[in-house]
């Protein structure tokens, strides 16, 4: 006698609900220390150092660290490192490496200056010619890595030493484009209004609490495990409290003769850095490309036998960092108002990968988030200005700066290990 069963009708959402318990806030906090001793830290020893490094120099330098005009020098100071390291970010999430990053913004600087100035383009074709450059010169680097095999060290030391080139022939030897437009050079050395600068503050706020609270509301209506309520809120609250504050301070008088020239708003580069974060976050976070690069970063065999185009992934992810290289290389361009034979090298790249492993994103592949690009170019930019205030050389920042990024590889290997042993990795 054979017996069949009939497939239940699926819950609905409402009786969903109730399927998990949802934590208190005590318990909350108490799973996230289990997490953090586990193993899993994430941006947190990035931003400990951000913290004691500021209140460091703010107490040796109080009357320059922490002068408004310093603060908006800051954030122009990163920008270049910070945009460069978010397009790395996705690199290094597949356990790869970019070395040629740095002079592929150089290569693109000098495309933008060259069409501007040599050719006679106006901005929006030669910013145009800049970011296809950036785009073909990842394609081409992801064709190598993916397609050809070569492992991307190898590739992309090659291409560091061909753009460095490719710079030189383009601008010269001891040569220099000299950049006069406008809209190029507003983007690093001019300020959005005030009234502009607290409008965006507000719509950026409300943004991000409302789109905090949906989630925390569908998470629960499906019956997913929510944080709680008071931590969404408290999490509002801070960001919040930190995006006014920095708003108020960037929209005071930071001239040094406000009578001949003033210097009030939060500089451009800032809200063009918070929309690139926001769409490579997005990316990354709420896309199937995004769940992808991470599957692949974690174990690219097991991804690719689960039909993942593992090769495409790849490609997508190295055209992306060129592409976010492209815009470092015009911001570059805009704060010197001029490209020369150097640009891009120096101390750019290094400074880009020692951001993103310092604001959480590992070597080793499968870890890693938006937010460490910037936390660590934070970090990275504090110790620079800070120790040119107080007077140090280029030395010495070179030996802190790589005694950090050694700390953060350290914090890296050895939270893995330990969430391995505790079951966590």
């Given at each position: 006698?054979?017996?069949?069963?009939?497939?239940?009708?699926?819950?609905?959402?409402?009786?969903?609900?109730?399927?998990?318990?949802?934590?208190?806030?005590?318990?909350?906090?108490?799973?996230?220390?289990?997490?953090?001793?586990?193993?899993?830290?994430?941006?947190?020893?990035?931003?400990?150092?951000?913290?004691?490094?500021?209140?460091?120099?703010?107490?040796?330098?109080?009357?320059?660290?922490?002068?408004?005009?310093?603060?908006?020098?800051?954030?122009?100071?990163?920008?270049?490192?910070?945009?460069?390291?978010?397009?790395?970010?996705f690199v290094l999430l597949l356990g790869e490496i970019d070395l040629s990053a740095g002079f592929a913004s150089g290569v693109c600087g000098a495309v933008l200056a060259t069409g501007l100035t040599v050719y006679g383009w106006s901005w929006y074709v030669a910013l145009a010619a800049a970011l296809a450059t950036g785009i073909i010169i990842g394609l081409l680097i992801g064709v190598l890595v993916a397609r050809v095999?070569?492992?991307?060290?190898?590739?992309?030391?090659?291409?560091?030493?061909?753009?460095?080139?490719?710079?030189?022939?383009?601008?010269?030897?001891?040569?220099?484009?000299?950049?006069?437009?406008?809209?190029?050079?507003?983007?690093?050395?001019?300020?959005?209004?005030?009234?502009?600068?607290?409008?965006?503050?507000?719509?950026?706020?409300?943004?991000?609490?409302?789109?905090?609270?949906?989630?925390?509301?569908?998470?629960?209506?499906?019956?997913?495990?929510?944080?709680?309520?008071?931590?969404?809120?408290?999490?509002?609250?801070?960001?919040?409290?930190?995006?006014?504050?920095?708003?108020?301070?960037?929209?005071?008088?930071?001239?040094?003769?406000?009578?001949?020239?003033?210097i009030i708003g939060v500089p451009i580069v800032v809200p063009l850095i918070v929309v690139l974060a926001l769409v490579l976050g997005f990316v990354l976070t709420r896309t199937a490309f995004g769940r992808h690069i991470y599957a692949v970063g974690g174990n690219a065999e097991a991804t690719r036998r689960a039909g993942i185009n593992v090769k495409a992934v790849k490609m997508a992810c190295f055209m992306i960092c060129s592409f976010m290289a492209a815009i470092a290389g015009v911001l570059a361009a805009s704060r010197a108002t001029s490209v020369d034979p150097n640009a891009g090298g120096s101390n750019v790249l290094l400074y880009a990968v020692g951001a993103a492993v310092i604001g959480g994103t590992s070597l080793f592949g499968g870890k890693g988030r938006i937010i460490d690009a910037l936390i660590g170019g934070a970090v990275i930019a504090v110790i620079d200005n800070g120790m040119a205030l107080l007077g140090y050389s280029s030395g010495i920042k070179y030996v802190v700066t790589g005694a950090v990024l050694a700390a953060a590889a350290a914090v890296d290997a050895i939270s893995r290990r330990r969430a391995r042993a505790t079951g966590r990795g």
């Open positions: 006698m054979s017996t069949s069963t009939v497939p239940s009708a699926p819950l609905a959402p409402s009786l969903l609900a109730g399927s998990v318990e949802q934590p208190t806030f005590r318990e909350a906090v108490g799973s996230y220390v289990s997490k953090v001793r586990g193993g899993d830290m994430g941006s947190l020893p990035a931003i400990l150092a951000l913290t004691v490094l500021t209140l460091a120099f703010v107490i040796l330098k109080p009357e320059t660290f922490a002068s408004t005009l310093n603060i908006a020098n800051l954030f122009q100071q990163g920008a270049v490192v910070v945009t460069i390291a978010m397009g790395l970010v095999g070569i492992p991307s060290f190898i590739t992309t030391l090659a291409a560091f030493l061909a753009f460095q080139g490719i710079v030189l022939l383009i601008i010269g030897a001891g040569g220099n484009i000299s950049i006069t437009d406008p809209v190029i050079i507003a983007l690093q050395n001019r300020n959005v209004p005030p009234l502009l600068g607290w409008a965006l503050a507000i719509i950026a706020v409300l943004a991000y609490a409302g789109t905090s609270l949906r989630t925390w509301q569908l998470r629960r209506k499906r019956g997913l495990l929510a944080a709680p309520l008071g931590m969404v809120v408290l999490k509002i609250v801070a960001l919040g409290g930190v995006v006014l504050a920095m708003v108020a301070i960037l929209n005071q008088e930071r001239s040094l003769n406000p009578l001949r020239t003033s």
